[in-house]
């Protein structure tokens, strides 16, 4: 996949896929409080896009026709349910459950620059084996961001988050990746959850990447949901799925989205 040009940004595109990535991340605090059993997912698909316009900013997925398909995504949200990786559709009729795990994935766009992030859920108790594949996803996303330094190699993101993934005997799908965002949603360079050590080109100064491991409990494989959007896991068995929008700067990388887990906990009360 080759996608219109690379993610080096203009300080002042930074500071406005910023702002972008500001009100992504309050968006998530926003939704916590409904990720409940027996909340439907277009209750959070319609608070969701309530919310990003009342900042008068955008959904970015809303009408995207994405690289890789030939249609275009009708929603503010990916919602994705246990065995779903990404690209799960919000319908009235999904409810969420007791013991389910919910990916939220989302885009806003505000003044031409995006920003993208997903975050995944549990549903009230969740057994220990899925709170581990939760906790593996989110240690990973780190992993790779350590990675995102200036003038190192981008394989070096996939080979940390793969080796991390791995060492839990858990896997990571080939065909699922991050990018590079900002003037658009998605851009080069493609940024691979596997790769070889001091392989690849080497990551520039403000380049904006999404870094998005998404982790699979069995097989890598995957195959395309019955609804013609999901992708699930060949398997059957669950998937999670982390994201973040950050800039490689000279002092490191700096995330530009955020969400703390605190919202989730509150979520319980
Ligand atoms: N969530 C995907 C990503 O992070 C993009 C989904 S685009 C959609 O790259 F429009 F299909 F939702
Ligand atoms: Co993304």
Redesign the pocket.
């Known amino acids: 996949m080759m996608y219109e040009d690379w993610a080096i940004h203009t300080p002042e595109e930074i500071r406005g896929i910023a702002a972008a990535a500001d009100i992504l991340s309050r968006l998530f605090g926003e939704l916590a409080p409904y990720v409940v059993a027996g909340m439907s997912t277009m209750e959070l698909e319609e608070r969701a896009e309530a919310f990003i316009r009342s900042e008068g900013a955008e959904p970015a997925?809303k009408g995207?026709r994405?690289p890789f398909?030939n249609k275009t995504?009708p929603y503010t949200l990916?919602i994705s349910i246990d065995d779903q990786v990404?690209?799960g559709l919000p319908a009235p009729a999904r409810i969420l459950q007791k013991g389910q795990i919910v990916s939220i994935?989302c885009?806003v766009r505000l003044a031409g620059m995006h920003a993208?992030m997903?975050y995944t859920f549990a549903v009230g108790e969740i057994p220990p084996p899925l709170q581990r594949l939760l906790w593996v996803t989110e240690r990973a996303l780190e992993r790779g961001i350590q990675q995102a330094q200036v003038g190192a190699p981008l394989g070096n993101i996939g080979h940390a988050i793969h080796t991390f993934v791995k060492s839990y005997t858990f896997a990571v799908s080939e065909q699922l990746t991050?990018?590079g965002v900002g003037r658009a949603?998605?851009m080069e360079p493609e940024v691979p959850n596997i790769g070889k050590a001091g392989k690849g080109p080497r990551l520039w100064e403000n380049l904006v990447i999404?870094i998005?491991p998404m982790v699979q409990m069995g097989t890598a494989r995957v195959r395309r949901g019955s609804d013609g959007?999901s992708v699930c896991t060949y398997d059957g068995k669950p998937a999670a799925h982390y994201?973040h929008t950050i800039v490689v700067e000279k002092n490191g990388p700096r995330v530009l989205t955020s969400f703390e887990p605190i919202h989730k906990a509150l979520a319980h009360v």
Do not use: S, T
Request: hydrophobic share 30%; aromatic share 20%.
């Open positions: 997925f995207y994405p398909e995504y990916c990404v690209h994935d885009g993208d997903a991050g990018h949603m998605h999404a998005e959007w994201e």
